[in-house]
């Protein structure tokens, strides 16, 4: 009896390769514009900043803000954008190599994606400071957290 691959466990896939795909053409692309990024997002944090301080009830909700803006402004260095860019990419790389191999319905891509996701949120987690980590992180754990469970769903149909 050949084995067949489960339609939840294909769907899965599916998504893992079209999400892993976009994720490492996102990755390429923030790695190689860092410096545009780099050089924009002051601007736009400046013109923000300006225009919440306009509308800002108090001086202290100002300054709350701006000590905000700055924390995220402070993540999108050159440097963060391409080590956030390498991250990113390594990790689905590392993803889609597991989908792939999940696909054939091998159990060792199931841990290759594991590895993937885990590489995601610690690279992510070394990567930015301050409450930008803290949202980065809470959010791509929450995100691995459903995959890697809906993966391991389908454990007892991988060899």
């Given at each position: 009896?050949?084995?067949?691959?489960?339609?939840?466990?294909?769907?899965?896939?599916?998504?893992?390769?079209?999400?892993?795909?976009?994720?490492?053409?996102q990755a390429f692309s923030n790695y190689t514009s860092a410096a545009v990024v780099a050089d924009t997002?002051?601007?736009?944090?400046?013109?923000?900043?300006?225009?919440?301080?306009?509308?800002?009830?108090?001086?202290?909700?100002?300054?709350?803000?701006?000590?905000?803006?700055?924390?995220?402004?402070?993540?999108?260095?050159?440097?963060?954008?391409?080590?956030?860019?390498?991250?990113?990419?390594?990790?689905?790389?590392?993803?889609?190599?597991?989908?792939?191999?999940?696909?054939?319905?091998?159990?060792?891509?199931?841990?290759?994606?594991?590895?993937?996701?885990?590489?995601?949120?610690?690279?992510?987690?070394?990567?930015?400071?301050?409450?930008?980590?803290?949202?980065?992180v809470t959010g791509s754990a929450i995100i691995a957290a459903i995959?890697?469970?809906?993966?391991?769903?389908?454990?007892?149909?991988?060899?």
């Amino acid at each position: 009896m050949q084995n067949v691959r489960p339609t939840f466990l294909t769907v899965l896939c599916i998504l893992t390769f079209i999400g892993s795909a976009y994720s490492i053409f996102q990755a390429f692309s923030n790695y190689t514009s860092a410096a545009v990024v780099a050089d924009t997002v002051p601007t736009v944090i400046d013109e923000l900043k300006d225009q919440i301080d306009a509308q800002a009830k108090s001086e202290k909700e100002s300054e709350m803000i701006d000590k905000i803006l700055s924390g995220v402004e402070a993540n999108f260095t050159e440097e963060k954008v391409k080590n956030m860019g390498l991250v990113s990419g390594i990790s689905s790389i590392l993803t889609l190599i597991g989908a792939v191999l999940m696909w054939g319905l091998q159990k060792k891509g199931y841990w290759i994606y594991l590895i993937g996701l885990a590489a995601g949120v610690i690279g992510g987690a070394m990567v930015y400071v301050g409450i930008w980590s803290g949202i980065y992180v809470t959010g791509s754990a929450i995100i691995a957290a459903i995959f890697g469970l809906l993966y391991g769903l389908n454990l007892k149909h991988l060899h």
